[in-house]
Antibody, heavy 118, light 110 residues
Framework: QVQLKESGPGLVQPSQTLSLTCTVS????????VHWVRQPPGKGLEWMGR???????DYNSALKSRLSISRDTSKSQVFLKMNSLQTEDTAMYFC????????????WGQGVMVTVSS | DIVLTQSPALAVSLGQRATISCRAS??????????MHWYQQKPGQQPKLLIY???NLASGIPARFSGSGSGTDFTLTINPVQADDIATYYC?????????FGAGTKLELK
C-alpha cells in the first residue's frame, strides 16, 4: 500500500541547515508529485514546495531562497534541504503525495518534528 | 496567492449538525470543477483527506461528511457529529499554484 515516511534530526541549531528525507513505498516517484508541507506548533498548514514526477521543482516564494527539494528515484526518496534555520522554522514537517488528476493530497506521511534551538 | 478564510472554531453538541465554511479570495472553480478539498487533522496526526473537489467523499470516509459550494464559498457538513469527529478541519485549494490552506476550524464540543 501507499506509504510515506519522513526522517531527519529532531533538533537543529539556529543558522544551520535542515535535511529531511521522505521515503515512499507503494508508488513510483516518476508517476506522482511529492510535496512538503509544514505546521508550526498550534498553527496551520504551510505549503513549502514540490518535486514533480518529471523532476522539476517549485517552491513557496517566501522560502525559495533557502529551500531545495531533490530526489533519488532508485531509492524512492525525496529530500528537503533548508538553510539558515531560525526558531520560527520549528514545526512538524510532512511529505505528501499529490493526486494529479483531481489536484489534492491523497496520502501523507506521519510527519517529523523539527525544533530549532541552541 | 489565493487566501482561504475559515472561522477559527465551532462548538457543537454530539448528534447535531456541524457546518464549517471556507471562503476563497477568488474563484477556485474551473467550469464544472470546484478545486476545493477538505482535510481532517487530529492532534499529533497527519491531515486526512475527507472531501475532494468540493463534494466528493474520499475513500473510507463516513457518509455523515458532505461538502458543497462553488466559486468562492464552500461548506463542509458533518451530520450527525460523533465524538470521533472532534478535530481541526482545513480547506485547501488547487485552482492556482501554490496550493494554499485555510487556517483551520477547530470543532469543539458544546
Amino acid at each position: 500500500q501507499v506509504q510515506l515516511k519522513e526522517s531527519g534530526p529532531g533538533l537543529v541549531q539556529p543558522s544551520q541547515t535542515l535535511s529531511l528525507t521522505c521515503t515512499v513505498s507503494g508508488f513510483s516517484l516518476t508517476s506522482y508529485h511529492v510535496h512538503w508541507v509544514r505546521q508550526p506548533p498550534g498553527k496551520g498548514l504551510e505549503w513549502m514546495g514540490r518535486i514533480q514526477n518529471g523532476g522539476s521543482t517549485d517552491y513557496n516564494s517566501a522560502l525559495k531562497s533557502r529551500l531545495s527539494i531533490s530526489r533519488d528515484t532508485s531509492k524512492s526518496q525525496v529530500f528537503l534541504k533548508m538553510n539558515s534555520l531560525q526558531t520560527e522554522d520549528t514545526a512538524m514537517y510532512f511529505c505528501a503525495r499529490w493526486y494529479y488528476y483531481d489536484a489534492y493530497f491523497d496520502y501523507w506521511g506521519q510527519g517529523v518534528m523539527v525544533t530549532v534551538s541552541s | 496567492d489565493i487566501v482561504l478564510t475559515q472561522s477559527p472554531a465551532l462548538a457543537v453538541s454530539l448528534g447535531q449538525r456541524a457546518t464549517i465554511s471556507c471562503r476563497a479570495s477568488q474563484s477556485v472553480s474551473i467550469s464544472r470543477y470546484n478545486l476545493m478539498h477538505w482535510y481532517q487533522q487530529k492532534p499529533g496526526q497527519q491531515p486526512k483527506l475527507l472531501i475532494y473537489r468540493a463534494s466528493n467523499l474520499a475513500s473510507g470516509i463516513p457518509a455523515r461528511f458532505s461538502g458543497s459550494g462553488s466559486g468562492t464559498d464552500f461548506t463542509l457538513t458533518i451530520n450527525p457529529v460523533q465524538a470521533d469527529d472532534i478535530a481541526t478541519y482545513y480547506c485547501q485549494q488547487s485552482r492556482e499554484s501554490p496550493p494554499t490552506f485555510g487556517a483551520g476550524t477547530k470543532l469543539e464540543l458544546k
